[in-house]
C-alpha cells in the first residue's frame, strides 16, 4: 500500500462530441520515500499498480466509487520524473473502468472477414426478363416501334439503334428496338408490396420497367451485415459489453427510444444494412478476389472507433456505456434528467456563446467524388466561426455511382460500401438504389436535432431545427458538496439563468466542494 501526496480533486468532463463526462483524477500522485522505491523497484515496467480511494465521512473510512491504476511507464518526467536524488515520483493515473477499455483496443484494425454470414444484397425484386428484339428498315432514322414480339403495353423499351445499312435499301435505316421488364408477384388484385409502377400481366404476375441504375448495379454477392460486424467489433475489444440499439435494432431491450422522425427512418431503412468491400460492388460480375487469402486479411479489416466516428457522422448517433451495456442511439434519446437546484446559490449569472461553433458545418464521403445526388450541401447559420468538416471514414453509400463503369477510375477500390435494405422473401433487396444514405436524406431526417443554433439553411433551404445544442456557457461557480453527496454530472442543474448542461465539474473531496461549468440553450 502507498500514501501518496494529491490535491484530492476528481474531474467529470463531457466533450462536445460524446454524450458522457470522464471521471479522471485530475492532478498526478506524488510519490515520496518508501513509495518512490517500491514503485521504481518494479521489475516490469508496465506492470499495472491499482489505485482505490478511501474518504473519511460519518466518522469513518468509506471507499469512494472509483479506481484507476498507473504503470511505472506513466511517471511523469517534465519535474523530474523518477529522480533519486530527491526519491520524488509524479504519476498519470487512469481511470480503470469500461471507458477505459474500450478505448484503449478500439484503434486495432480488426479482421472483419468472419464477423459474420456471407449476405447477397439484389437491386430490386422481382425476376429481369429481356425479351428480345425486332429490326427492320425504314425510310426515317425514328419510325414507331415495332410490336413483332406481341409485348405492346407489357414491357418497356431497353434501347433503340438506327443506323444508315448495306443491308437495307440503299438509303434506308436498319431500326432495332430491345425490349425489357421486370416482373413481381402479387394477386390478380393486388400488385407486389415492394416497388412501384406496377402493371398487370396475368395470373398473379406484374410487371413495371426496370430503372437503368438498378440494373446496371447488379448482385452485391459478398456483404456482411452491420449490426453483426458492429457486435463483432465490440466483442474483439475484449471489455465484456453487450451492444443495444433502438436505432440499429440490436438487442434493444433497454430504455425505450423516443417516437421521432429519426427513429422513424431509421426503422424503415437502418435494420439491415450491410457492408461490401467496395472492389466487389465495383466489379459485381468479377471473381471474389476480396474473398480469396491473402487479400481478405488485407481488405476486410476495420477499426472500431473509425465504424463508431462514421455512425456520429452520418446518422448523429451517440454511444455511452451503462452497467456492461454499449448503448448506441440517435442524439434524441440522450435527454437530461433533473439533477440540484442551485438556483439560491451565489455565482455570476452571465452567458458567453462557445466561439468555436461553426458557421457553416460540411459532410463527405470517404470516397470525394460521388454524385451531385449524393454530395449533399453544407448545413450554414447566420453566425459562428469558420467552417467544420466532417469526414466518413470507413464508407461511401453513392451505389449508383460506384457501379457505372464510367466511374470506374474516380472510385478507389479500398473501403467500404454501406447499402440499406428491406428484407423481402427472405432476400436482401436495396432500399431506392441506396437513396436513403444520400446526405439529403440523411440531414432531413437525421440532422434537425442538436445544431448550434435554431435556424439555418439545410439542404439549400431555410430550416428549422427541432433541438438546439447548449452552446452559452456560464462562468464557473462552486458550491459545497458533503462527503456522500453522490455527484450524477449526467442530470442538468437549475440555476437562476436555467437549466444547465454539465460541461465539466471538479470535486474536491478534501475540501467537501464542487465546481461546475455549465452551457445552456
Known sequence: M??????GEFSHKRERDRVWHSHEMKDSLVLTGADFHLINDLANSCEQ????????????????????????????????????????MEAKVRTDDLYDCIQREWEDDIGIFSASSVIQAKPFKGTYEILGTCDFCSGT?????????????????EYSSSNLSDDCPSGQYQVIFSY?????????????????????LSGNNWWRCPDEDEIAIGVLKYGRRFDDTLEYLVAQTGCGLTVRSHFLGINATHAAAPSNTPYTFATANLQDMTVHQKSDVKRPDATNASFVP????????????????????MFHVYW??????????????????????????PMTLSLEYNQDTPRKESF????????????????TYDCGNGDKEYQVKLFTTDLPFITNEANQEAVRDDGYVLICNQIIGGEYVVIDL???????????NLHKHNRPFGSGTMNGEATTFTTVEKIQKQPAFTVGMCCDEVLDPSKYITTALGNGQVESATRNLKKDRCEFNLNYE
Not at 65 to 87: E, L, M, V
Not at 294 to 313: F, G, H, I, N, Q
Request: glycine letters at 8%.
Open 2 to 7: 502507498i500514501t501518496p501526496i494529491w490535491s
Open 49 to 88: 499498480v491499482a489505485v482505490t480511494v478511501e474518504v473519511f465521512c460519518g466518522g469513518e473510512w468509506v471507499a469512494y466509487p472509483w479506481s484507476g491504476y498507473f504503470t511505472k511507464f506513466d511517471t511523469k518526467r517534465d519535474f523530474g520524473g523518477i529522480n533519486h536524488a530527491q526519491c520524488r
Open 434 to 444: 441506396n437513396y436513403p444514405l444520400r446526405w439529403s436524406a440523411l440531414h432531413t
Open 141 to 157: 432514322p425514328d419510325p414507331d416501334p415495332c410490336d413483332d414480339l406481341g409485348v405492346s403495353g407489357e414491357a418497356c423499351l
Open 294 to 313: 491473402p487479400t481478405s486479411s488485407a481488405v476486410w479489416k476495420m477499426k472500431l472507433k473509425d465504424l463508431l466516428e462514421d455512425l456520429r457522422v
Open 180 to 200: 425489357h421488364r421486370i416482373v413481381g408477384v402479387g394477386t390478380p388484385t393486388v400488385p407486389p408490396t415492394y416497388g412501384t409502377g406496377w402493371t398487370y
Open 364 to 379: 463527405k464521403w470517404s470516397d470525394p467524388d460521388v454524385s451531385a445526388l449524393f454530395k449533399g450541401q453544407p448545413i
Open 320 to 345: 455511452k456505456i451503462d452497467g456492461t451495456d454499449l448503448i448506441i442511439e440517435h442524439i434524441s434519446y440522450f435527454t437530461d434528467a433533473a439533477g440540484e437546484d442551485y438556483s439560491d446559490k
